[in-house]
Protein backbone atom coordinates (compact mmCIF):
# COMPACT_ATOMS: atom_id res chain seq x y z
CA UNK A 1 0.00 0.00 0.00
CA UNK A 2 1.12 3.67 -0.81
CA UNK A 3 2.18 5.01 2.29
CA UNK A 4 3.38 8.89 2.84
CA UNK A 5 6.51 11.08 4.38
CA UNK A 6 6.85 14.26 5.81
CA UNK A 7 6.86 15.40 2.57
CA UNK A 8 2.88 14.74 2.86
CA UNK A 9 1.50 18.52 3.99
CA UNK A 10 3.24 20.29 1.07
CA UNK A 11 1.68 17.84 -0.96
CA UNK A 12 -1.73 17.87 0.21
CA UNK A 13 -1.67 22.03 0.14
CA UNK A 14 -0.42 21.79 -3.86
CA UNK A 15 -2.53 18.95 -5.13
CA UNK A 16 -5.29 20.18 -7.53
CA UNK A 17 -8.50 19.69 -5.69
CA UNK A 18 -12.19 18.30 -7.73
CA UNK A 19 -15.25 18.49 -5.55
CA UNK A 20 -17.95 18.42 -7.81
CA UNK A 21 -16.76 15.14 -9.25
CA UNK A 22 -15.45 13.78 -5.36
CA UNK A 23 -19.29 14.84 -3.76
CA UNK A 24 -21.16 13.39 -6.22
CA UNK A 25 -19.76 10.16 -6.04
CA UNK A 26 -21.29 10.26 -2.36
CA UNK A 27 -24.20 12.47 -3.41
CA UNK A 28 -27.44 10.91 -2.00
CA UNK A 29 -29.70 9.91 -5.09
CA UNK A 30 -32.49 12.49 -3.55
CA UNK A 31 -30.08 14.91 -2.81
CA UNK A 32 -31.39 18.33 -4.98
CA UNK A 33 -29.18 20.16 -6.46
CA UNK A 34 -28.46 23.45 -5.57
CA UNK A 35 -26.85 26.84 -7.80
CA UNK A 36 -24.51 29.12 -5.39
CA UNK A 37 -27.32 31.63 -6.10
CA UNK A 38 -29.80 29.43 -5.19
CA UNK A 39 -28.10 28.27 -1.86
CA UNK A 40 -27.36 31.90 -1.02
CA UNK A 41 -31.12 32.85 -1.30
CA UNK A 42 -32.07 30.25 1.49
CA UNK A 43 -29.95 32.02 4.21
CA UNK A 44 -27.86 29.02 5.02
CA UNK A 45 -25.74 29.43 8.45
CA UNK A 46 -22.44 28.97 8.20
CA UNK A 47 -20.04 26.75 9.46
CA UNK A 48 -16.49 24.77 8.96
CA UNK A 49 -15.15 21.66 10.09
CA UNK A 50 -11.91 19.96 9.62
CA UNK A 51 -9.76 17.51 8.74
CA UNK A 52 -6.41 17.56 11.03
CA UNK A 53 -4.18 14.77 10.41
CA UNK A 54 -1.82 14.25 12.75
CA UNK A 55 1.42 11.52 13.29
CA UNK A 56 0.32 8.19 15.36
CA UNK A 57 3.58 5.36 15.16
CA UNK A 58 4.60 7.02 12.25
CA UNK A 59 1.53 6.64 10.17
CA UNK A 60 -0.65 9.45 9.27
CA UNK A 61 -4.49 9.57 11.04
CA UNK A 62 -7.01 11.90 11.46
CA UNK A 63 -9.96 11.50 13.45
CA UNK A 64 -14.39 11.53 12.83
CA UNK A 65 -16.57 12.37 16.14
CA UNK A 66 -19.78 9.75 16.31
CA UNK A 67 -22.46 12.96 17.41
CA UNK A 68 -23.97 12.65 20.94
CA UNK A 69 -28.20 12.01 20.43
CA UNK A 70 -30.11 15.52 20.75
CA UNK A 71 -33.55 15.30 19.37
CA UNK A 72 -32.88 19.06 18.14
CA UNK A 73 -29.94 18.19 15.83
CA UNK A 74 -31.03 16.84 12.41
CA UNK A 75 -26.97 15.26 12.04
CA UNK A 76 -27.86 13.40 15.97
CA UNK A 77 -26.33 10.32 16.57
CA UNK A 78 -23.91 10.29 12.64
CA UNK A 79 -20.53 10.40 12.31
CA UNK A 80 -18.72 13.45 11.59
CA UNK A 81 -15.67 15.48 11.20
CA UNK A 82 -15.54 18.34 13.90
CA UNK A 83 -16.85 21.71 13.59
CA UNK A 84 -19.56 23.51 14.17
CA UNK A 85 -20.82 27.01 13.31
CA UNK A 86 -19.39 30.62 12.69
CA UNK A 87 -19.42 33.15 15.85
CA UNK A 88 -19.44 36.13 14.67
CA UNK A 89 -16.06 36.55 16.78
CA UNK A 90 -14.09 34.41 14.21
CA UNK A 91 -12.24 36.07 12.00
CA UNK A 92 -12.36 33.66 9.05
CA UNK A 93 -13.74 30.06 8.53
CA UNK A 94 -10.22 28.86 9.27
CA UNK A 95 -10.63 30.28 12.66
CA UNK A 96 -13.73 28.26 12.76
CA UNK A 97 -12.46 25.16 12.10
CA UNK A 98 -9.78 25.26 14.53
CA UNK A 99 -11.96 26.62 17.31
CA UNK A 100 -14.59 24.30 16.78
CA UNK A 101 -12.39 21.30 16.97
CA UNK A 102 -10.62 21.88 19.95
CA UNK A 103 -13.81 22.80 21.81
CA UNK A 104 -15.20 19.73 20.63
CA UNK A 105 -12.41 17.18 20.64
CA UNK A 106 -9.62 18.75 23.04
CA UNK A 107 -6.96 19.77 20.56
CA UNK A 108 -4.90 22.74 21.59
CA UNK A 109 -5.22 25.60 19.31
CA UNK A 110 -1.58 26.72 19.24
CA UNK A 111 -0.40 23.38 17.91
CA UNK A 112 -3.03 23.43 14.96
CA UNK A 113 -2.29 24.68 11.44
CA UNK A 114 -4.20 25.09 8.68
CA UNK A 115 -2.87 23.29 5.26
CA UNK A 116 -5.74 24.45 2.72
CA UNK A 117 -9.40 24.66 2.45
CA UNK A 118 -11.48 21.99 0.26
CA UNK A 119 -14.57 22.91 -1.86
CA UNK A 120 -17.33 24.36 0.21
CA UNK A 121 -20.73 22.31 0.23
CA UNK A 122 -24.50 22.39 1.54
CA UNK A 123 -26.57 20.78 3.45
CA UNK A 124 -30.17 20.73 2.63
CA UNK A 125 -31.86 19.40 5.82
CA UNK A 126 -30.11 21.83 8.31
CA UNK A 127 -29.27 24.08 5.71
CA UNK A 128 -25.88 24.88 6.39
CA UNK A 129 -23.09 26.27 3.95
CA UNK A 130 -20.07 24.09 5.10
CA UNK A 131 -16.35 25.21 4.77
CA UNK A 132 -13.93 22.04 4.71
CA UNK A 133 -10.35 22.42 6.02
CA UNK A 134 -7.33 20.16 6.29
CA UNK A 135 -5.17 21.19 8.85
CA UNK A 136 -2.06 19.71 10.81
CA UNK A 137 -1.60 19.39 14.65
CA UNK A 138 1.73 19.63 15.45
CA UNK A 139 1.36 17.74 18.93
CA UNK A 140 0.06 13.96 19.07
CA UNK A 141 -3.52 14.73 20.30
CA UNK A 142 -5.16 13.92 23.74
CA UNK A 143 -7.92 13.87 22.48
CA UNK A 144 -10.60 15.30 25.20
CA UNK A 145 -14.88 14.83 24.45
CA UNK A 146 -16.99 17.66 24.45
CA UNK A 147 -20.04 15.27 25.57
CA UNK A 148 -22.93 17.29 24.46
CA UNK A 149 -21.34 16.98 21.02
CA UNK A 150 -20.11 13.94 20.72
CA UNK A 151 -19.66 10.65 22.31
CA UNK A 152 -16.57 8.70 20.47
CA UNK A 153 -13.59 9.39 18.77
CA UNK A 154 -13.10 7.60 15.58
CA UNK A 155 -9.04 7.40 14.51
CA UNK A 156 -8.86 7.06 10.76
CA UNK A 157 -5.26 6.16 9.26
CA UNK A 158 -5.22 8.13 6.01
CA UNK A 159 -3.80 4.93 4.11
CA UNK A 160 -7.20 3.55 4.70
CA UNK A 161 -8.91 6.23 1.92
CA UNK A 162 -6.10 5.37 -0.85
CA UNK A 163 -8.94 2.13 -1.54
CA UNK A 164 -12.01 4.55 -1.38
CA UNK A 165 -14.12 3.12 -4.80
CA UNK A 166 -15.47 5.30 -6.93
CA UNK A 167 -18.40 3.10 -6.80
CA UNK A 168 -19.12 2.71 -3.28
CA UNK A 169 -21.23 0.47 -1.33
CA UNK A 170 -25.00 1.47 -0.89
CA UNK A 171 -27.18 0.73 2.24
CA UNK A 172 -30.91 2.31 3.49
CA UNK A 173 -30.01 3.92 6.50
CA UNK A 174 -32.93 5.00 9.04
CA UNK A 175 -31.05 8.22 9.34
CA UNK A 176 -31.59 9.00 5.48
CA UNK A 177 -35.47 8.21 6.19
CA UNK A 178 -35.14 4.67 5.10
CA UNK A 179 -33.57 5.67 1.98
CA UNK A 180 -30.36 3.97 -0.09
CA UNK A 181 -27.56 6.10 -0.41
CA UNK A 182 -23.50 5.29 -0.51
CA UNK A 183 -21.86 4.98 2.63
CA UNK A 184 -18.53 4.83 3.56
CA UNK A 185 -18.27 1.52 5.62
CA UNK A 186 -14.61 1.46 7.65
CA UNK A 187 -14.55 -1.18 10.40
CA UNK A 188 -18.55 -1.49 10.83
CA UNK A 189 -19.10 2.39 11.15
CA UNK A 190 -20.80 3.89 8.73
CA UNK A 191 -20.28 7.06 7.02
CA UNK A 192 -22.50 8.94 4.96
CA UNK A 193 -24.15 12.42 3.40
CA UNK A 194 -21.83 15.67 3.63
CA UNK A 195 -18.94 13.96 5.59
CA UNK A 196 -18.80 11.16 2.56
CA UNK A 197 -18.80 13.81 0.18
CA UNK A 198 -15.90 15.78 1.95
CA UNK A 199 -14.10 12.84 2.75
CA UNK A 200 -14.36 11.30 -1.05
CA UNK A 201 -12.97 14.83 -2.10
CA UNK A 202 -10.01 13.95 0.34
CA UNK A 203 -9.48 10.72 -0.98
CA UNK A 204 -9.92 12.08 -4.60
CA UNK A 205 -6.90 14.64 -3.17
CA UNK A 206 -4.87 11.62 -1.73
CA UNK A 207 -4.99 9.17 -5.22
CA UNK A 208 -3.38 12.14 -6.49
CA UNK A 209 -0.75 12.62 -5.17
Sequence with gaps: MKSFGKDLLN????????????????????????????????????AAVNIVIYLKDNEWYFPLIQRTENKRDKHSGQI?????????????FAETAIRETSEEIGLEKPYVRIIREMSPIYIPPSNFYVYPFISY???????????????????????????????PELMALEAAGGNVVPVINFNGYIIWGATAMILSEFSQLLKKM
Design 80 to 92: SLPGGKREESDRD
Design 137 to 167: SKRNPEFILQKTEAVEIIEFPITSFLNLSDT
Design 11 to 46: KIKNTELNGEYAHGIFSPPSRPLFSYDQILEKNPKL
